[in-house]
């Protein structure tokens, strides 16, 4: 047998690169791991967990602004943005050190450097160092789309939004996926002025048409201002440092800082992977079986280079089953079925499962049950916002195929009505569970 220096080489410490990390440690496999920028990867260091952080920092505008109606005298309010801003970057760093302390803890060798693939079993470090593996796994994550137009050297992406010197007081964002509508609300959240552009005439896409249209009305009413089938043509840098950003069809509007959430694309840009045989997929993505192994036998990939399904739960998910496979004699594959997903917009939506409009074209007959309700927690704000929950239904099966929801708390709710839907429960299962009263929770068992 060939002699090689790990049993395990992962490119990439993000969540998926990690886990399998640890897991084929934990196998009794000689690991180690490259990683270019920070280990945590995207998630972690300039992803949801900060992102989040931002969210719930920016709701206070919203909280603070209701708390008078509910007795409280508050004094004079101001918002510190470089506060918020190195809170968060805080959090990360403590973060970025628990995920190196979960590698060291396994002992697993970890290299702060590039790595790139020179065949099936070898990989080059930035420093010059080869080393060999008899498995390698890619697990890159993907890297933000920048369009090509004059002057998008002036534009943001996701990536360096949280570390903005200042708190802009306008600021454009392109595209309406869940990273532009989550961005969207925390600066409007925080008193800025948002004006939203998009190539398409909807927000988020594959979300269920009756909550994309719920959180396009309230944030309409929030003071979101948006501009659909008006991608950005140009954006050009006045004289007083303001950027004048021309969208089809419009005018230009003056903006302090432009975003562009547009989409991710596989980070797979000179790793070296047709040195082994591999060819990309249409979007760049490594091409993986349902065992996340590549073209090349020696090769695995898991996360959101493969272009599946990007969510971090799933990468973590993907590492584990590929660690399991190949190192712990248990061949795992993943159920991609039900994936529960959220938006961490203002208010927050959440689904599951079979859309209405996927329903009715996988399905003889669905029934649809709706609850449109003001949540309590709302009834003395200013702002008359409606949460909005939706069963969807095989009518022969009784079968519940889909549960989506918008309002206060969506998401937490959503994580266990997606057990009840991945368990295959019906509608009448839902009907005989008792109501938790008074919750908004309670309205996923009372829809008749």
């Given amino acids: 047998m060939p ?31 490259a990683e270019e920028f920070r280990i945590g990867g995207t998630c972690v260091i300039r992803g949801c967990v900060p992102k989040k952080l931002l969210v719930y920092g920016s709701q206070f505008a919203h909280e603070l602004e209701d708390a008078a109606q509910f007795g409280w005298t508050l004094g004079a309010m101001s918002f510190d943005w470089a506060k918020l801003r190195d809170f968060v ?25 590039r790595a790139v693939v020179t065949g099936p079993n070898g990989i080059r470090l930035a420093s010059g ?11 890159t994550g993907a890297w933000p789309v920048m369009p090509e137009f004059p002057g998008n050297e002036h534009c943001i992406t996701s990536n360096e939004v949280f570390h903005l010197a200042e708190l802009p007081r306008r600021v454009v964002i392109q595209g309406a996926g869940y990273i532009a509508m989550e961005f969207a ?4 959240a925080l008193g800025c002025q948002v004006t939203v552009v998009n190539r398409s005439d909807q927000i988020l896409r594959g979300y269920d048409e009756s909550l994309r249209d ?10 979101i201002d948006y501009r659909f089938n008006s991608p950005i043509e140009r954006v050009e840098r006045n004289a007083d440092g303001t950027l004048a950003v021309t969208t ?5 509007v003056t903006a302090d800082t432009v975003l562009v959430a547009t989409g991710r694309r596989p980070n797979t840009q000179g790793l070296g992977l047709e040195s082994a045989g591999i060819a990309l997929g249409s979007n760049g993505e490594v091409p993986v079986d349902d065992y996340n192994r590549s073209a090349c036998s020696s090769i695995h990939a898991v996360g959101d280079v493969t272009d599946r399904v990007q969510l971090t739960p799933v990468a973590i998910r993907e590492g584990q089953a590929f660690a399991d496979t190949v ?13 529960p997903s959220a938006v961490f917009s203002q208010p927050p939506l959440a ?33 008359a916002e409606r949460g909005l929950y939706k069963l969807v239904v095989d009518a022969v099966s009784d079968k519940v195929l889909g549960v989506h929801m918008i309002g206060p708390e969506a998401p937490e709710v959503l994580q266990a009505a997606a057990i009840a839907v991945k368990a295959g429960l019906t509608k009448a299962d839902f009907d005989a569970t008792v109501a938790l009263h008074p919750s908004m929770a309670e309205e996923l068992v009372l829809m008749r």
């Fill in 185 to 188: 609300g925390i600066f409007n």
């Fill in 248 to 252: 089809k069809g419009h005018d230009p």
């Fill in 327 to 339: 190192f712990g004699g248990k061949p795992t594959t993943i159920d991609y079925a039900n994936i």
């Fill in 89 to 113: 970057a805080s959090d990360v760093d403590r973060l970025e050190q628990a995920y190196t302390a979960t590698l060291d803890n396994n002992k697993v060798e970890h290299f702060h450097e």
């Fill in 129 to 139: 160092r080869e080393v060999s593996a008899k498995h390698i796994l890619v697990a």
């Fill in 214 to 223: 719920r959180l396009l009305q309230i944030t309409m009413a929030r003071g």
């Fill in 351 to 383: 689904g599951v499962g079979l859309t209405e409009a996927q329903a009715r074209g996988a399905f003889r007959e669905i029934k649809v049950f709706t609850s449109d309700f003001r949540p309590m927690k709302n009834m003395f704000a200013e702002r």
């Fill in 3 to 33: 002699d090689y220096d790990y049993d395990l080489f992962v490119i990439g410490a993000g969540s998926g690169g990690v886990r399998a990390s640890r897991i084929a440690a934990s196998h009794g496999a000689r690991v180690a791991v």
